[in-house]
C-alpha cells in the first residue's frame, strides 16, 4: 500500500518538499532521492488507470504565493486547472461546481483541458516564437503557432448534425458592469509596413490581424468551403451593426476618400442581396468599365424618398453626369453639363440668338431628331407643350406678369456657317392687365427678311381675336346690323346701317392703330351715313371728309385704312 502525498513546495536549489498527508511528516531531499523514495508511487497513482464509471481523480497541489493553487487529472487523462477543478461533474463526491460551469454548462465538464483562472487574469496563454526552432534544431523556421484548435467533424450517422470548431471565443458582458467586451484579434508589427493588393495576394512581410483561408491545408480539403465567414443570429439577442470601420483605424494615405480603405476585392467580386426566396434583390460590382448593377438604383421607401447623383465634390467647370447605353454602354444616351444643361446627341451645348443657351437641347443628324409629345388617354386632350412664365425672380414664388412680357417663344434658326441665326418664331406676350384668373394675350408671327438677323412681326392676333397680316389688318366676322349711332368694334368687319329718320353717325377706328384694316358699311335705309371725324378720303380721292354713303338705301363702301385715314376703296 502507498502512502498518499503532496507536493508542497520546490526549493531554489532544487529540493522537493513532499508533505506525507497520513502522517503529517514533511520530507526535504534532492528530486532523484524524493523519485526514489516517495515520489515513485505518486507517480504510479497519477498514472494510474481508472474505470470510465470511477473518479480517477489524481491531485497535486503546490502552494503559491500561500494560497492553494489545484490541478487534477481526471478519468480520461483529462487536465483540469485551477477553478476548473471544483466542478461536481467532473468528480465524485458532488461538490461546488466553478463559476464557468455555472454560468455556461457542459463547459469544463466536457473539455479535456480546461484552465479557469483562480485569480482572474489569464485562463489560458500560449505562445510560440520562430527563432527558437533555429535554436534547438539549427533549420529555419516553418512557422510558429501560439494557440492553434481543430475542430474534425467526422461523424457520418444519419439525422445528426454536429458542429465542429477549431477554435471558440465566448465573451460576455454582465448586466451594470463598465468596460469592454470582445473577441480581440490584435496584430503588432515593429517592421517596415508592407502594402499588398487583392491581386498580389499575401506578400512577405505583410501583417494581418485575422486571416480566413480555405483550403490551406491540402490533405485535409478536397471541396470548396461555404463561406469564409457568417455573422449568425443568436437565440435571443441580435447584433446592434454588423462590422464597424472605427474612425482613425485606417491609413488615411491610402485611398481615395481621405478616410481609408475599408473593403478592397478584385474586379467582378460582388456585393449581393438575397430575400427569403433566396433570388438576388440586389447585387453591386465593380470592373475597369465602372460600377455595376442590374437592378434599379431606389432613393428611399418614403413618400419624401429621394435620389441624388452628383459629378464632383470639388469646383466643377467641365464635370458632367453622363447615361450612356447600347453595346457595353458604347452609345450616349444623354448628359447633364457643368451648367445643368441636359444635352441629347452632344457633348456641348450650343445657343441661338447669340448667347441663349437653353438647358435643354437635343441634337442629331436623323430626321428624327427633335421632340415628340404623344397623349394616349382616351380623352379629349392630346400632347401638350407648354410655356409659362413669372416676374417673382425666384423658383417656386410668384409674382404677376406685365402687359406687353413676352410668356413663350418658339423659334427656328438655321446655321449661316458660324452661328445658329432665327429665321421665324411664334411669341406669345400678356395683351394687357393681367387679374386674378385674368390674363390677356396675344399670338405675334415673324419672320426674318433678306439680308436680316432677327424676325419682324408679319401676322398678330390679339386679345380681341383681331388679326394683323403683314403690317396690315384684315378680318373676316359676321355682318353686324345697327340701329342707331354707332363705334366700330374690334372685331366688327361687315356693318349694315338700319337706322332710320336721320343721318347715321360711325366712329371709325383710328387708322394708324390698324394699318390695311378692311371695313365695309351698306345702308338699308333712305339716310346719309358719315364719320364722326374727317377721316375718310372719297372714291375719286381728295381732302378727307366725314361722307361716307349717300342717302339711299342699298349703297355701300368698303373702307381700308391707310395709317391714317380711311380709303374709300369700291363702292355704289
Known amino acids: 500500500m502507498t502512502t498518499p502525498a503532496t507536493i508542497s513546495s520546490i526549493s531554489d536549489s532544487g529540493k522537493i518538499r513532499v508533505q506525507l498527508i497520513a502522517s ?56 483540469l486547472v485551477g477553478e476548473a477543478t471544483a466542478n461536481s461533474s467532473d468528480f465524485a463526491p458532488v461538490t461546488t461546481k466553478d463559476w464557468l460551469e455555472t454560468l455556461l454548462s457542459n463547459t469544463t465538464a466536457v473539455s479535456q483541458l480546461a484552465s479557469v483562472s483562480a485569480t482572474g487574469q489569464l485562463g489560458i496563454t500560449g505562445a510560440s516564437r520562430t527563432s527558437d526552432y ?135 467580386q460582388s456585393f449581393r442581396w438575397l430575400n427569403s426566396s433566396n433570388t438576388v434583390d440586389g447585387e453591386i460590382w465593380a470592373d475597369a468599365s465602372g460600377i455595376h448593377t442590374p ?112 410668356l413663350g417663344v418658339v423659334l427656328a434658326a438655321g446655321d449661316d456657317g458660324t452661328n445658329f441665326i432665327e429665321a421665324g418664331e411664334v411669341r406669345i406676350l400678356s395683351d394687357g392687365t393681367p387679374g386674378t384668373n385674368n390674363m390677356p394675350g396675344r399670338i405675334q408671327l415673324g419672320t426674318t427678311p433678306a439680308g436680316a438677323s432677327t424676325p419682324t412681326e408679319r401676322v398678330r392676333i390679339d386679345s380681341s381675336g383681331f388679326v394683323n397680316v403683314l403690317g396690315g389688318s384684315f378680318g373676316r366676322a359676321a355682318p353686324v346690323t345697327k340701329t342707331a349711332d354707332f363705334t366700330v368694334a374690334v372685331t366688327d368687319n361687315n356693318l349694315i346701317n338700319n337706322k332710320s329718320g336721320a343721318t347715321c353717325t360711325v366712329t371709325l377706328p383710328a387708322a394708324a392703330t390698324f394699318s390695311g384694316r378692311e371695313i365695309l358699311i351698306k345702308t338699308i335705309q333712305a339716310q346719309t351715313v358719315v364719320s364722326a371725324s374727317s377721316n375718310v378720303i372719297p372714291l375719286a380721292g381728295g381732302a378727307a371728309g366725314t361722307a361716307i354713303l349717300a342717302a339711299t338705301a342699298g349703297k355701300w363702301a368698303k373702307l381700308v385704312s391707310n395709317g391714317t385715314n380711311w380709303e374709300i376703296m369700291a363702292s355704289n
Open 24 to 79: 503529517g511528516q514533511a520530507v526535504s531531499a534532492p528530486l532523484n532521492a524524493v523519485a526514489a523514495s516517495v515520489l515513485s508511487p505518486l507517480i504510479n497513482r497519477l498514472n494510474d488507470s481508472s474505470s470510465l464509471a470511477g473518479s480517477g481523480a489524481k491531485f497535486w497541489n503546490p502552494l503559491w504565493g500561500g494560497f492553494a493553487g489545484t490541478a487534477l487529472v481526471h478519468r480520461l487523462n483529462r487536465l
Open 134 to 268: 533555429r535554436t534547438i534544431f539549427a533549420l529555419a523556421s516553418g512557422g510558429s503557432q501560439g494557440v492553434t484548435g481543430l475542430g474534425y467533424n467526422n461523424d457520418t450517422t444519419a439525422a445528426t448534425t454536429p458542429i465542429a470548431a477549431g477554435v471558440v471565443g465566448i465573451g460576455v458582458h454582465a448586466s451594470g458592469v463598465v468596460g469592454i467586451t470582445l473577441n480581440q484579434m490584435d496584430i503588432n508589427s515593429a517592421g517596415a509596413t508592407v502594402s499588398t493588393t487583392p491581386f498580389n495576394g499575401v506578400t512577405s512581410g505583410s501583417t494581418w490581424a485575422l486571416g480566413l483561408t480555405a483550403g490551406a491545408y491540402g490533405t485535409l480539403a478536397t471541396q470548396n468551403a461555404t463561406g469564409a465567414m457568417y455573422i449568425g443570429a443568436g437565440t435571443t439577442t441580435k447584433f446592434n451593426k454588423g462590422i464597424i470601420s472605427m474612425n482613425g483605424a485606417l491609413d488615411t494615405a491610402v485611398g481615395a476618400g481621405g478616410g481609408g480603405v475599408t473593403y478592397e476585392a478584385y474586379r467582378g
Open 295 to 406: 437592378q434599379t438604383l431606389v432613393g428611399g421607401t418614403s413618400a419624401s424618398g429621394s435620389l441624388s447623383l452628383k459629378s464632383t465634390s470639388g469646383v466643377g467647370t467641365s464635370d458632367f453626369i453622363n447615361f450612356l447605353v447600347g453595346n457595353n454602354g458604347g452609345t450616349e444616351g444623354g448628359r447633364f453639363d457643368t451648367a445643368g444643361r441636359f444635352l441629347l446627341g452632344s457633348t456641348t451645348a450650343y445657343g441661338s440668338l447669340g448667347a441663349l443657351f437653353t438647358q435643354f437641347q437635343s441634337h442629331g443628324t436623323a430626321a428624327g431628331a427633335g421632340l415628340s409629345l404623344f397623349n394616349w388617354g382616351n380623352a379629349l386632350g392630346g400632347g401638350t407643350f407648354i410655356l409659362s412664365k413669372s416676374r417673382s425672380g425666384t423658383v417656386g414664388t410668384r409674382g404677376v406678369v406685365l402687359s406687353g412680357d413676352t
